[in-house]
């Protein structure tokens, strides 16, 4: 089905069952722990052996030699896979280094070596044996350093007018740079994968957001054809965008079942998760706003500074700042150092997470510069067309609505604007908000229907449930346009046998894969009014189909046999005629201790305007996920980096901190009621990043309101705060 007009009216309006609370369908698989990941293939995969990585210890350089015998000789011990007896190796198109290093070691804890014995503990003891000699080269590893010896432009910026004459003649300025840190997905799962040999078909169980993509690398990696790879990944203890690509996990887990000849699993030990896997890069940004007095944007530019691997991508994170406020002037660019750490790569909400942390403070500071309401000056600066593009209107765009309910909702007018001007007891109180901005991303994604003889139906699609509810809003799609209830269809997801969907990631999976659906049940609802003779028009509603006085059940129309039908959604060019994005306004509370400078976080708010909500339960849900994920990068979330030998070093969750139940309060998500027919049959949008997009600001403007510091360099810890704390 090719999507390349705007949406009508058709069944899901029906909401009957999509948009409704529905409960999660996996939620009592997971709650009992009887939904198998990864590594707990036991009954698919019997006798596994154990895998064990063993990750470089130098940033950057070469393997001399590896000496072997001592683990080889270990109790338990049956394969030790290294780059010399692992066979040509390729490189996925979405890997930036080598899954397995050798002879050139690209980054530290580069897997070297995969240990394989019969247990866990023999196998990592044995780890423990191998003799690993290096020569190290010298690395970089300071982004600010690769700053100030400049760094490549990449060829993404986008200029508007002329932004240096426009902030010259601007009547009030700002200039400030602001920094965000590495940070680490510290997902509750690791990543892990169980692999088997079938001659030379290879089956995976792993945990993968993006299932083609990874059997499309892995095959790549191996030399081998993609239609020998079989990859399962139903069940995922969080990715975040960790695991949108193949892994090492996989890829030695698949060379160790093939050397040990029997079933290999293998989990990343968790302090190789950090610096083995992708991250969060770090950015420096450089803001500068030129306003009228009157508080109207005249000039805006954002430029941020990343690091990466030789091959990689920066940071993208001016995107937002292209489209959130008007202005005629306009400069946005994005540099990239090349540095010698880690790969960094997606981590939920790309670009707009970071470049919002430092976007929304400098819009408070704007605002303070200006002797505006925050709310006032966002508001006044609202534009219904892209900046660059004024033909290209948005195509819905609730930004003003989003902060004005938030504002009356939070008690925004109780507000003091005078920092450090309330207190309570030891501490200070302050309220802040940030602006909330993520694109809506759409791509393609397939389905393939059943309908059997019971008149039961079941969805097949290789699209992943990473803990975001996609089995719940696929048998909602499903149950809405077959009009048969939701106990009686199945959804079977993540294998690649069946058809590729969008995946998960970048806040498209939900709506992408629910149009995918939806195109598969309008093939399949013509399929059945023809066997039937029935109108086109026919309605399907109780499991029944009914036109012109004639009823039929799906069941008896299906006969003994049933059948199925397979399509895809297609989107057309809507997305180049019609600014897509998704907004919202975030509002925080905070007490701050007058002594120590300990930051609480009291209550929080968002309010979020994308599309129709296919499933309110699970759409709140996630908000709540990435508002908690917020307050951790704003006070905690940081990866520390060694500049002297080129790695994380708090590379475990003893080091790393990321929000508990204690951080977190009473948390609030409002939704907006709105479809937006541009973007999928659905009407709908992504929501999981948006809740992310903004916060940390929102904190930060909150703890500034309540003490007058302003930091600028996340995260917010009270090192920063305490010498320049009001006076008590």
Same mark, same amino acid.
């Given at each position: 089905?090719?999507?390349?007009?705007?949406?009508?009216?058709?069944?899901?309006?029906?909401?009957?069952?999509v948009?409704?609370?529905?409960?999660?369908?996996?939620?009592?698989?997971?709650?009992?722990?009887?939904?198998?990941?990864?590594?707990?293939?036991?009954?698919a995969?019997?006798?596994?052996?154990?895998?064990?990585?063993?990750?470089?210890?130098?940033?950057?350089g070469?393997?001399?030699?590896?000496?072997?015998?001592?683990?080889?000789?270990?109790?338990?011990?049956?394969?030790?896979?290294?780059?010399?007896?692992?066979?040509?190796?390729?490189?996925?198109?979405?890997n930036?280094?080598?899954?397995?290093?050798?002879?050139?070691?690209?980054?530290?804890?580069?897997?070297?070596?995969?240990?394989?014995?019969?247990? +866990?503990?023999?196998?990592?003891?044995?780890?423990?044996?191998?003799?690993?000699?290096?020569?190290?080269?010298?690395?970089?590893?300071?982004?600010?350093?690769?700053?100030?010896?400049?760094?490549?432009?990449?060829?993404?910026?986008?200029?508007?007018?002329?932004?240096?004459s426009?902030?010259?003649?601007?009547?009030?300025?700002?200039?400030?740079?602001?920094?965000?840190?590495?940070?680490?997905?510290?997902?509750?799962?690791?990543?892990?994968?169980?692999?088997?040999?079938?001659?030379?078909? *290879?089956? *995976?169980?792993?945990?993968?957001?993006?299932?083609?993509?990874?059997?499309?690398?892995?095959?790549k990696?191996?030399?081998?054809?993609?239609?020998?790879?079989?990859?399962?990944?139903?069940?995922?203890?969080?990715?975040?965008?960790?695991?949108?690509?193949?892994?090492?996990?996989?890829?030695?887990?698949?060379?160790?079942?093939?050397?040990?000849?029997?079933?290999?699993?293998?989990?990343?030990?968790?302090?190789?998760?950090?610096?083995?896997?992708?991250?969060?890069?770090?950015?420096?940004q450089?803001?500068?706003?030129?306003a009228?007095?009157?508080?109207?944007?005249?000039?805006?530019?954002?430029?941020?500074?990343?690091?990466?691997?030789p091959?990689?991508?920066?940071?993208?994170?001016?995107?937002?700042?292209?489209?959130?406020?008007?202005?005629?002037?306009?400069?946005?660019?994005?540099? *990239?150092?090349?540095?010698?750490?880690?790969?960094?790569?997606?981590?939920?909400?790309?670009?707009?997470?970071?470049?919002?942390?430092?976007?929304e403070?400098?819009?408070d500071?704007?605002?303070?510069?200006l002797?505006?309401?925050?709310?006032?000056?966002?508001?006044?600066?609202?534009?219904?067309?892209?900046?660059?593009?004024?033909?290209?209107?948005?195509?819905?765009?609730?930004?003003v609505e989003?902060?004005?309910?938030?504002?009356?909702? +939070?008690?925004?007018a109780?507000?003091?604007?005078?920092?450090?001007?309330?207190?309570?007891?030891?501490?200070?109180?302050?309220?802040?908000?940030?602006?909330?901005?993520?694109?809506?991303?759409?791509?393609?994604?397939?389905?393939?229907?059943?309908?059997?003889?019971?008149?039961?139906?079941t969805?097949?699609?290789?699209?992943?449930?990473?803990?975001?509810?996609?089995?719940?809003?696929?048998?909602?799609?499903?149950?809405?346009?077959?009009?048969?209830?939701?106990?009686?269809?199945?959804?079977?997801?993540?294998?690649?046998? +069946?058809?590729?969907?969008?995946?998960s990631?970048?806040?498209?999976?939900?709506?992408?894969?629910?149009?995918?659906?939806?195109?598969?049940?309008?093939?399949?609802?013509?399929?059945?009014?023809?066997?039937?003779?029935?109108?086109?028009?026919?309605?399907?509603?109780?499991?029944?189909?009914?036109?012109?006085?004639?009823?039929?059940?799906?069941?008896?129309?299906?006969g003994?046999?049933?059948?199925?039908?397979?399509?895809?959604?297609?989107?057309?060019?809507?997305?180049?005629?019609?600014?897509?994005?998704?907004?919202?306004?975030?509002?925080?509370?905070?007490?701050?201790?007058?002594?120590?400078a300990?930051?609480?976080?009291?209550?929080?708010?968002a309010?979020?305007?994308?599309?129709?909500?296919?499933?309110?339960?699970?759409?709140?849900?996630?908000? *709540?996920?990435?508002?908690?994920m917020?307050?951790?990068?704003?006070?905690?979330?940081?990866?520390?980096?060694?500049?002297?030998?080129?790695?994380?070093?708090?590379?475990?969750?003893?080091?790393?901190?990321?929000?508990?139940?204690?951080?977190?309060?009473?948390?609030?998500?409002?939704?907006?009621?709105?479809?937006?027919?541009?973007?999928?049959p659905?009407?709908?949008?992504?929501?999981?990043?948006?809740?992310?997009?903004?916060?940390g600001?929102?904190?930060?403007?909150?703890?500034?309101n309540?003490?007058?510091?302003?930091?600028?360099?996340?995260?917010?810890?009270?090192?920063?705060?305490?010498?320049?704390?009001?006076?008590?």
């Amino acid at each position: 089905m090719k999507f390349d007009t705007p949406a009508t009216t058709n069944p899901i309006d029906q909401l009957k069952v999509v948009g409704q609370p529905v409960d999660r369908i996996d939620g009592p698989l997971k709650t009992t722990g009887t939904a198998p990941y990864a590594y707990e293939r036991h009954a698919a995969a019997p006798d596994a052996a154990y895998g064990y990585v063993v990750g470089a210890t130098i940033a950057k350089g070469r393997i001399l030699g590896i000496d072997q015998r001592a683990a080889e000789a270990a109790p338990g011990v049956l394969a030790i896979v290294t780059a010399k007896n692992a066979g040509k190796l390729g490189k996925g198109e979405k890997n930036i280094a080598r899954l397995l290093a050798g002879p050139n070691v690209e980054h530290y804890h580069q897997a070297v070596a995969l240990v394989v014995a019969e247990t +866990f503990e023999q196998a990592r003891s044995a780890a423990q044996l191998l003799q690993v000699r290096y020569e190290s080269a010298e690395g970089k590893f300071d982004l600010a350093k690769a700053r100030e010896a400049g760094a490549k432009t990449i060829d993404k910026d986008q200029k508007v007018g002329d932004f240096a004459s426009g902030y010259a003649a601007a009547q009030v300025q700002h200039d400030q740079t602001y920094s965000t840190p590495d940070q680490s997905h510290a997902m509750m799962e690791p990543h892990a994968t169980t692999a088997a040999w079938r001659g030379e078909r *290879l089956t *995976l169980w792993t945990s993968s957001q993006m299932v083609d993509w990874a059997v499309s690398d892995l095959a790549k990696t191996l030399g081998i054809p993609k239609e020998r790879v079989h990859l399962m990944s139903p069940y995922i203890g969080g990715g975040f965008g960790g695991k949108l690509f193949l892994r090492a996990d996989a890829l030695l887990a698949a060379l160790g079942a093939r050397l040990a000849q029997r079933p290999v699993k293998v989990a990343l030990q968790r302090p190789l998760m950090a610096n083995n896997t992708v991250h969060r890069p770090a950015t420096i940004q450089r803001i500068r706003l030129g306003a009228k007095a009157s508080g109207e944007l005249t000039a805006i530019a954002h430029e941020s500074w990343s690091g990466n691997l030789p091959g990689g991508d920066p940071e993208e994170a001016t995107q937002q700042t292209q489209f959130l406020y008007a202005g005629a002037h306009r400069l946005t660019g994005t540099r *990239l150092a090349v540095l010698d750490l880690p790969e960094g790569n997606s981590m939920r909400a790309p670009g707009e997470a970071p470049g919002m942390m430092a976007l929304e403070i400098a819009m408070d500071e704007m605002a303070e510069r200006l002797k505006m309401d925050p709310i006032e000056f966002r508001v006044i600066n609202d534009t219904q067309v892209d900046p660059a593009k004024p033909e290209r209107r948005f195509s819905t765009r609730r930004l003003v609505e989003c902060l004005r309910t938030g504002a009356e909702r +939070f008690g925004w007018a109780e507000r003091s604007a005078q920092p450090a001007s309330r207190r309570e007891g030891n501490a200070w109180i302050g309220i802040g908000m940030a602006a909330a901005f993520r694109n809506n991303l759409v791509m393609k994604s397939g389905a393939r229907v059943l309908l059997d003889g019971r008149g039961s139906v079941t969805v097949q699609t290789d699209m992943t449930d990473i803990g975001t509810g996609s089995y719940t809003i696929i048998a909602q799609t499903a149950a809405e346009m077959m009009g048969v209830p939701l106990e009686r269809v199945k959804v079977e997801l993540g294998d690649s046998s +069946f058809p590729v969907s969008a995946g998960s990631g970048g806040q498209w999976g939900a709506n992408s894969s629910t149009a995918g659906v939806y195109a598969a049940c309008v093939k399949l609802r013509e399929a059945v009014v023809q066997r039937a003779g029935l109108p086109a028009d026919a309605e399907f509603a109780d499991g029944m189909v009914r036109a012109g006085g004639k009823s039929l059940s799906l069941a008896e129309i299906a006969g003994d046999k049933g059948f199925s039908v397979a399509d895809s959604i297609e989107f057309g060019d809507l997305d180049k005629r019609y600014q897509q994005s998704t907004f919202g306004a975030h509002f925080v509370e905070v007490a701050v201790d007058a002594y120590t400078a300990e930051v609480r976080v009291r209550r929080m708010l968002a309010v979020c305007a994308a599309g129709r909500i296919l499933n309110p339960k699970s759409a709140r849900s996630q908000v *709540l996920g990435a508002m908690t994920m917020g307050v951790g990068g704003a006070l905690m979330e940081h990866l520390e980096v060694d500049k002297r030998r080129g790695f994380f070093v708090n590379h475990d969750l003893a080091g790393y901190e990321v929000p508990v139940h204690a951080d977190i309060p009473h948390l609030e998500v409002m939704f907006l009621d709105e479809t937006d027919p541009v973007s999928s049959p659905m009407k709908a949008k992504g929501v999981g990043e948006l809740g992310l997009c903004g916060v940390g600001a929102a904190v930060a403007n909150a703890i500034y309101n309540a003490t007058g510091v302003r930091v600028r360099d996340y995260p917010i810890t009270l090192d920063k705060l305490i010498a320049q704390m009001p006076r008590v």
